[in-house]
């Protein structure tokens, strides 16, 4: 394999861990290489000038080199500072670099998603709602990674109606239910055709919004459930561990107590 | 020399020993000092055996109290939570803390799937709840999951009026503020106090 350099990436830490004595094993998501594994040697060490860098959802410009899939960091530099999330915003945040590490292979560039990336974690460092985000953020992963679906029209090519009900089947996407299927679970029989059915059964009126990315307030408890269901296929067999314990951060609520 | 070999395997187990300095201590071990290996032998295998966990604070020891908890000149009313038993050592060494402990072998770390349970925050809660303890001193570390370890302790203190610290982040002593990275000049500007 060739031996690469690269100089001054911006990127973001996924993941560390410790590795062997004093060094960690690190997993980074840069805007050029995708997901990077690298090993930063000594970066535990009391005087090594990474110590302190190497925090999640940080903007840094790192620099690695080596051949094989696990490079060597080579240099690493503090971006702009950001105030890291607190309270959901960090179970949030926790959630997309699960779902990095769990989706994306090492070295497979996704510019755009990272952009995506950045925009997410500038989101969830304020107060403003980060639901629709996240559910955009799912979105495009699933696109970026092959496994988008059509959003616009139906299995049978025909465009879909807003009022329409569908189930999202994998690989076949928006099929279309006859009306007496469209009855949902049972006693659950209800007129109003605009309020989202439960899992899979969708209405035309959501699969646009989230293409569309505008998504209305009502439907995002809908919209959570079918990225949950196309994701499903693609994050191994483990349960996600950010989502057990998103109760746990959920509770810490947006104090300032020990942010700084 | 499966015996010889499975010795070298095993004492690379050791953090730092690596397969060269492993052999050095095999060698040295079955050559040299013979006694020292039955002893080392014999003291390993008791140890872990008997060597268990703190009822109060979690910290290694083989009886059911540690030392720090069982002295009497210790402050009940103080608690220290940090984040391993090398950390009670070293704050045991600098400083003059008088208090207690509590270890919790780890921190709360989402992807690596470990919470509140792992860390024996159950046993912690009780604590707090007991009404004991009046001052909780957040020593966990400046990282930003030892951070948010220290937000979640501080959010179950909340209920049992306990006044909560942290301990401060900053320059280090000696340091120059141009050599210090972003992040902890950062946090040591904005948790800048009066002069005194």
């Given at each position: ?9 911006p990127?973001?830490?996924l ?26 040697r000594?970066?535990r060490?009391a005087k090594?000038?990474?110590r ?15 051949k ?9 530099e ?12 960090l ?7 699960e ?42 992963l699933l ?5 988008g ?40 029989q ?5 309020r ?21 307030d ?7 459930r ?7 296929p ?14 746990v951060?959920?509770?810490l609520g947006k ?6 | 020399?499966a ?47 008997e ?47 008088q ?6 072998m780890?921190?709360?770390s ?10 024996g ?17 957040l ?24 006044s ?7 320059v ?15 946090a ?6 009066e002069?005194?």
């Amino acid at each position: 394999m060739n031996r690469t350099i690269v100089e001054r990436q911006p990127g973001y830490l996924l993941h560390s861990r410790p590795y062997r004595d004093s060094s960690a094993l690190l997993e980074i998501w840069s805007r050029d290489h995708g997901r990077v594994g690298l090993v930063a040697r000594g970066a535990r060490r009391a005087k090594s000038p990474w110590r302190g860098l190497l925090d999640n959802f940080q903007p840094l410009s790192i620099s690695w080199g080596g051949k094989g899939e696990l490079k060597t960091l080579r240099g690493l530099e503090s971006g702009p500072l950001m105030t890291p999330p607190v309270g959901e915003a960090l179970a949030a945040a926790y959630y997309i670099n699960e779902l990095l590490l769990r989706t994306c292979m090492r070295q497979d560039p996704h510019p755009g998603l990272y952009a995506r990336y950045t925009a997410m974690l500038e989101v969830l460092a304020t107060d403003q709602p980060f639901e629709p985000q996240l559910r955009y953020f799912e979105l495009q992963l699933l696109n970026e990674l092959g496994y988008g679906a059509d959003f616009y029209t139906d299995c049978h090519g025909d465009e879909l109606l807003p009022s329409g009900v569908y189930q999202f089947v994998a690989d076949q996407g928006a099929v279309p239910l006859l009306p007496r299927d469209t009855a949902l679970n049972a006693g659950d029989q209800r007129d109003d055709r605009t309020r989202e059915p439960v899992g899979e059964k969708v209405t035309g009126r959501l699969l646009m919004a989230l293409a569309q990315e505008q998504l209305e307030d009502d439907q995002l408890m809908a919209a959570k459930r079918l990225m949950r269901v196309l994701l499903r296929p693609h994050l191994g067999n483990r349960p996600l561990e950010s989502r057990r314990l998103w109760a746990v951060y959920s509770k810490l609520g947006k104090t300032d107590a020990v942010r700084h | 020399m499966a015996l010889l070999d499975g010795l070298i395997r095993e004492l690379q187990r050791l953090p730092g020993v690596g397969p060269k300095s492993a052999r050095r201590m095999a060698y040295h071990l079955m050559v040299h000092d013979r006694d020292g290996a039955q002893q080392l032998a014999q003291l390993m295998r008791q140890a872990a055996e008997e060597i268990g966990h703190c009822e109060l604070c979690r910290n290694l020891t083989e009886r059911d109290l540690c030392d720090i908890c069982a002295s009497s000149k210790r402050n009940p009313g103080q608690l220290c939570v940090v984040e391993s038993a090398a950390d009670v050592q070293a704050i045991e060494g600098a400083t003059d803390y008088q208090g207690r402990y509590f270890v919790l072998m780890g921190h709360l770390s989402p992807l690596d799937g470990i919470g509140p349970e792992e860390l024996g925050m159950d046993q912690l809660e009780q604590r707090f709840a007991s009404g004991e303890i009046k001052e909780l001193v957040l020593a966990t570390n400046a990282t930003l999951e030892g951070n948010v370890t220290a937000q979640y302790i501080a959010s179950l203190a909340e209920p049992n009026q306990i006044s909560v610290t942290r301990i401060a982040h900053g320059v280090p002593m000696g340091g120059e503020l141009e050599f210090v990275d972003g992040h902890t000049l950062r946090a040591a500007f904005s948790s800048r106090r009066e002069f005194d």
